[in-house]
């Protein structure tokens, strides 16, 4: 899959004020950093499904329009009378923790939650269980020195 599974005009249907130079430098870096996530996406002999690709799709441009709404990821405070607002808008990453799931998932990289284990720190014996204590020397009730 060498080529990119959204188009600006893909994202228009969605937000219109979007420009096209904004959308279409968006679609680039989003498109670099799913391939980092999923690096089955950058082998051009990777054959996905409509609904792979429609899922890759869908991943790309949630994160884009979610990257355009915030803007520029300034901090700015406003205040009305007694009441006060901080409002933050950067996100440290493109794509959400679903969506990295859900990108891997199309080349089959999700690495599932491990299971829980038990691991015993008690001491398997080979044959039987001795009849004396282990540390002390001398036989035991068979004869056997231990």
Same mark, same amino acid.
């Given at each position: +899959?060498?080529?990119?599974?959204?188009?600006?005009? @893909?994202?228009?249907?969605?937000? @219109?004020?979007?420009?096209?130079?904004?959308?279409? $430098? +968006?679609?680039?870096?989003?498109?670099?950093?799913?391939?980092?996530?999923?690096?089955?996406?950058?082998?051009?002999?990777?054959?996905?499904?409509?609904?792979?690709?429609?899922?890759?799709?869908? !991943?790309?441009?949630?994160?884009?329009?979610?990257?355009?709404?915030?803007?520029?990821?300034?901090?700015?405070?406003?205040?009305?009378?007694?009441?006060?607002?901080?409002? !933050?808008?950067?996100?440290?990453?493109?794509?959400?923790?679903?969506?990295?799931? $859900?990108?891997?998932?199309?080349?089959?990289?999700?690495?599932?939650?491990?299971?829980?284990?038990?691991?015993?720190?008690?001491?398997?014996?080979?044959?039987?269980?001795?009849?004396?204590?282990?540390?002390?020397?001398?036989?035991?009730?068979?004869?056997?020195?231990?």
């Amino acid at each position: +899959m060498p080529d990119v599974p959204i188009t600006f005009e @893909d994202l228009q249907k969605f937000d @219109d004020e979007i420009t096209e130079a904004e959308g279409l $430098d +968006m679609i680039a870096t989003a498109w670099a950093r799913a391939r980092q996530v999923a690096p089955c996406l950058k082998d051009d002999a990777t054959e996905l499904s409509d609904d792979d690709t429609q899922i890759v799709k869908d !991943v790309l441009r949630s994160a884009i329009l979610r990257w355009h709404d915030r803007g520029s990821g300034a901090i700015y405070q406003r205040t009305a009378g007694d009441y006060g607002e901080t409002i !933050v808008t950067r996100d440290p990453s493109l794509f959400r923790p679903n969506e990295i799931r $859900d990108l891997k998932d199309v080349c089959g990289d999700v690495r599932k939650r491990g299971v829980a284990t038990t691991i015993l720190p008690i001491p398997q014996w080979a044959t039987a269980t001795p009849t004396v204590h282990p540390f002390l020397t001398g036989p035991d009730e068979t004869g056997a020195t231990l």
